[in-house]
């Protein structure tokens, strides 16, 4: 596809942004949130304070976008890793429906179990969300941009769900989800259990049947 | 029941005891854990900086040993509440057990509930559970030491469940029970949600029966 290239001042911007996200990520995985200045994020991208303030407000803004950054590359990379196998890909911000619900949450809870094993996401993930337990303000930005968006996708999924008669009509999505996001989140926040594919298909198969006999 | 009244030396460790571990809550819970110190406690318990250390190892063994006994506080003060009122007891470090599995782990969960939106609590009890997602030596403690005390209390409900009748052979306990348990815990520790008794009352339905048509 034909793409018009972007003006020089449009490309510095650019890498300069990546520069301070990559800076950013690195800074919180090595010292912590608290540790974590602007100062810092600049001196290690190389760029001045006043670059980064003209593009965000404060720390946990910029962490919050250099986190939302790297998902969208995690997708962009997915897309072109199944594209060059020749599966089918979901809509863009939607979670995969082949009809078999069980089948579809394995796949994506297998793949978010990859990523929270996954060092690079996982240091900095880890230190924003323990600032997000411990400062009310951060906690509610995380839960709005990172957090609750990624569970309005199976929310859509659920519903899907509900108007294919495999999930009962009465159930509340938005609740229902918490049955297997919620052990996985848990045990990787607390580190209160291993994580692996195994546990998330279990977790699945007991929220869909349920624990009393049928 | 006649007791023996303790020596003046005991009664009075006992005391400074006490005093330490109200310190240790409410100092953490005002300016959280990092910027907690054995100094800081010891100024305000009024004792000695050796007085905490012949006792305590670390700051993160004072506070999870300040909150074992805040537990066990609520316990006695439950135990001598349900007394007044003629209810019965479960054994001491028991779920209650009168047969009906989603009426006692609604029960349990409702107090869980309450106990979480008790400041007295939930202040310092943050603190602590936020350092420990961001310090994997403090978050290790909190889990063996705090946390799966607690869920085995559930692993052995769903088992008596489970000779009951009432859960399904097949079911792993120490998973399951992680349905209804991890989203109350996210929910508080990310606020990504409202805690109420409607909601972990909804938890236990979808849980025991699936969301899947039956």
């Known amino acids: 596809m034909a793409q018009k290239s972007a003006p020089d001042s449009a490309r ?3 890498k300069s942004r990546r520069a301070i996200y990559d800076a950013a990520l690195a800074l919180v995985a090595e010292v912590g949130y608290p ?3 602007i100062e810092g994020i600049a001196a290690r991208a190389g760029v001045g304070k006043q670059t980064i303030y003209r593009w965000w407000s404060s720390k946990a803004d910029v962490l919050l976008e250099a986190f939302l950054d790297l998902g969208e590359q995690a997708n962009e990379q997915a897309a ?4 060059a196998v020749g599966r089918e890909q979901p809509e863009e911000d939607a979670l995969p429906d082949t009809g078999d619900l069980a089948a579809d949450l394995k796949f994506v809870l297998r793949a978010t179990v990859d990523e929270l094993l996954d060092p690079k996401f996982e240091a900095p993930y880890r230190a924003l969300a323990a600032e997000g337990v411990a400062d009310e303000k951060v906690g509610t930005e995380f839960v709005a941009r990172l957090l609750e968006p990624g569970l309005q996708l199976y929310v859509q999924r659920l519903r899907a769900a509900q108007e ?3 999930v009962r009509p009465g159930i509340d999505p938005r609740i229902a989800l918490e049955l297997f996001v919620a052990p996985l989140a848990q045990r990787w926040l607390q580190r209160s259990g291993p994580i692996t594919h195994e546990y998330t298909d279990t977790l699945v198969d007991y929220a869909l049947h349920g624990l009393a006999p049928r």
Chains 1, 2 share one sequence.
Request: hydrophobic share 40%; glycine share 8%.
């Open 12 to 14: 510095r911007s650019e």
């Open 35 to 37: 540790k974590t200045t």
């Open 80 to 83: 072109a890793a199944a594209a």
């Open 164 to 166: 294919a008669g495999d």
